[in-house]
């Protein structure tokens, strides 16, 4: 996608190994040191057959971090998901409640996470905090997580990294959020950008699955100041409209402070429809908000796709320079 040459600054993070609450009660759970224990679940669909176990467990190791994969994240045996929901739950719950790993990345999205909120208990991670990582279908936990107030990284999954390339920015990137090395994103001019600067908690994901969580304990709702953050793929571009005149008429888009459009790869029906892409929609629902809007922001099913923290308090800035995202430092 053109105009995104971000740029992540980098900072060494302060109190790296506390498990520590923001001054409005986001748990922040610990950043992770060399030699630590990542815990690798599929929560949705099956690995495509392509996924390479041993390379994913290197790239890790190449970070100074140790893996341990859940014993059915390479399932085939179900039609779709990666292990029965019984099974998938089992393996995110272990690994939750495993003290020696620090954090829990999902290996891919597709469809089901959604199918293990009634089976797991996503609130043990008040008691030990840890990170939970992954985009697409894994939103639903993004979402639950947001409900329990506890940070979570949206960023690149593991069987969607490029093992064949010299550089992976989406996987750095990763590795920058979970280290605590990620400051801020900066982001070139994109001709819809909207101007202005403003604060609130980064919140969001696909935007099928947030719309989907409504009516649910996980509905986004947004009651304190937020920032929200979309992105979609391979959807019919009246379906896109169909979700922003959602938003719009529920009075949830006009109560955001800032929004961030990530890639809406894929998309189709763009000649029925008379658009040029999803954006041109995206922005007529955004135009008359008077907030500072990111169109192009890195994040989704394209590439780069870098890692933000959920639940972070963030600034977004947007003048004809460009955009930038500046995650607020613990207070």
Sequence with gaps: MK?????LLLLAPLFAGAQESDSTGFLRPPYLHRGDTVGIVSPAGKLP?????????????????????????????????????EERAADLQAMIDDESVKAVIACRGGYGSVRLLPLVDLARLHERPKWVVGFSDITMLHLALRKLRIESIHGPMPAGFDFDGKEDPSAESLRQALFGETVCIEVEPHPLNQPGTASGHLSGGNLTVIRSADGTPEELTAEEPTVLLIEEVGEFVYRIDRLMQS????????????????????MVGMKKFGVADAYAIISSYTRPLGIPVVFGFPAGHAEPNLAVYLGRRVTVSVDDEGARVEFVPQN
């Design 247 to 266: 938003l719009t008429r529920s009075g949830r888009l006009g109560s955001l402070k800032a929004i961030l459009v990530g890639h809406f790869s894929d």
């Design 3 to 7: 105009h995104l040459f971000p740029i």
């Design 49 to 85: 057959l392509k996924t390479d176990t041993a390379k994913i467990r290197q790239r890790f190791e190449s970070w100074g971090l140790h893996v341990k994969f859940g014993p059915h994240c390479a399932d085939r045996e179900q039609p779709y998901f990666a292990g029965t929901d």
